[in-house]
């Protein structure tokens, strides 16, 4: 958008309608020794050869993960992003992140909303998905407050082992709602403590949320938990921070959950320097009109023809207001195109030859790092793509790994003061053997 300053009759017409005499009038609240009163210190305008060639200087500042060989994951992964993506989401008729609120001119979007939905059902097991959230971490808040709705109970457990920043948001969301948090302790195979569970597990518990694989890459047994939160009535919500891991594993509606939440930017949604994410939401039929978010439906016009529409928006905050299920309205709508894009592309057999290179990759690196004198595994339970590793003098030995232009993993001391020395590893089909050699190679002479 082209950027037209007003001129001074339009300016004198705008101040006359609002009754003001002059724009100094307008910030007469600021007190004045707020005001700068001066021109900003800023350089003088580039020409745009000029500009192109400063931002160029200045972006070779940055280090990405074309220049390094990367082990980061912790809730953002490093997977191949299939060109097509880019390609399509740049068209004119998708590239807006803006609710369709009129259908007639919007098929091609709700369309393709309708299909994102239906895959996110197959992936969760679950009869109904929404058009997406923000994020993982604001899904789960609402996943909470969805699970207040159903019970009117404002208690939930939440497992220690969840991501910390999704826990972080859990926190920082609820807390105007009079919303308690507990948390679930971790055994020590990083699995969720069943003593702890167990003695915290009661009738004044509305939800119960577990994420696996956990933030340490371990696999938890859903089912088990699943079966203990039904039999105290309480609302069961699993969380994946890596979707992928889905394509192998118990779907949440196959081991009794009833929302399912996931992080979508494995799917086709690039890093970015951390975002934009897609949070996925699903769950069962029976508790839809408590769900909050968009929901696309599939319909016929009077011709017959079908058709695709918003469904069930007296739930919402543009029909109802205060009295919505929640007021999470602008979902992120190009990056669920995005991960639609992209699991059209994958298929359900490529996506589980993706997730079997994935395991079969972390595997192998867990099991060579770990052969590395004073490495070890701090956890022995199943994992998908990520894992933690003990490793004396963790932090200096990863600075020592970036100057050879490997980022090693994730501090994990910065989340839990009890793991010093602990690194959260992610190995995805983006490194290569080579690569993970040379990682165990560096890492052995940084020790």
């Known amino acids: 958008m082209r950027y037209l300053p007003h001129t001074e009759n339009e300016i004198t017409e705008m101040l006359a309608t609002i009754g003001v005499k002059s724009v100094e009038e307008l910030f007469r609240s600021i007190p004045p020794s707020l005001k700068l009163n001066r021109e900003l210190n800023i350089p003088e305008a580039l020409s745009e050869m000029e500009l192109r060639k400063a931002l160029l200087q200045l972006s070779k500042k940055n280090k990405t993960i074309r220049d390094t060989i990367t082990f980061l994951g912790g809730g953002a992964y ?7 993506i880019s390609q399509l989401i740049n068209r004119g008729e998708f590239f807006t992140a803006y609710t369709p ?8 979007t709700l369309q393709s909303l309708f299909e994102y939905q239906t895959m996110v059902c197959e992936l969760t097991g679950m009869d109904v998905a929404n058009a997406s959230h923000y994020d993982a971490s604001t899904a789960c808040a609402e996943a909470l407050l969805m ?21 972080k948001v859990l926190k920082t969301y609820l807390v105007r709602f009079g919303y308690e948090i507990e948390e679930i302790k971790y055994n020590k195979d990083g699995t969720l403590d069943w003593e702890d569970f167990n003695a915290k597990l009661n009738s004044d518990v509305g939800a119960v949320m577990v994420g696996s694989p956990n933030f340490f890459g371990v696999i938890e047994d859903l089912e088990k938990i699943g079966v203990k939160t039904k039999a105290n009535h309480s ?4 969380v994946a921070s890596e979707p992928l891991s889905s394509a192998l594993l118990a779907t949440p509606g196959g081991v009794g959950a009833d929302i399912a939440v996931m992080e979508g930017q494995s799917f086709g949604v690039g ?11 699903a769950t069962r039929a029976q508790y839809i009109r408590s769900m909050p978010g968009r929901v696309v439906g599939e319909t016929v016009d009077e011709e017959g023809a079908r058709g695709y529409v918003l469904t069930f928006s007296t739930r919402e905050q543009h029909i109802r207001r205060e009295n919505a299920t929640s007021n999470i309205c ?8 995005m991960a639609c894009i992209y699991l059209s592309l994958m298929g359900k057999e490529g996506l589980v030859e993706l997730a079997q290179i994935n395991l079969s990759r ?16 701090l956890f022995n339970a199943p994992i998908f793509n990520e894992f933690v590793l003990h490793i004396p003098n963790a932090s200096s030995v990863l600075e020592k790994l970036k100057t050879k232009n490997i980022f090693g993993g994730i501090l994990l001391e910065r989340y839990y003061e009890e793991m010093k020395d602990a690194v959260l590893v992610c190995v995805t089909e983006m490194n290569s053997k080579k690569e993970i050699d040379t990682f165990c190679e560096e890492l052995g002479r940084a020790l």
């Open 78 to 84: 490093h997977h191949y992003l299939p060109s097509a």
């Open 101 to 108: 609120y009129q259908p007639e001119v919007s098929q091609g």
């Open 147 to 167: 699970a207040h709705r159903i019970t009117k109970k404002k208690k939930a457990l939440v497992a220690r082992s969840l991501h910390p920043q999704y826990r």
């Open 235 to 238: 609302i069961y919500i699993t």
């Open 271 to 281: 890093l970015n320097f951390g975002g934009p994410f897609l949070g996925m939401f």
């Open 330 to 337: 602008t979902n992120q709508g190009l990056c669920a195109l």
């Open 362 to 377: 972390a595997t192998y690196a867990k099991e060579k790092l770990a052969s590395i004198k004073r490495v070890k595994p």
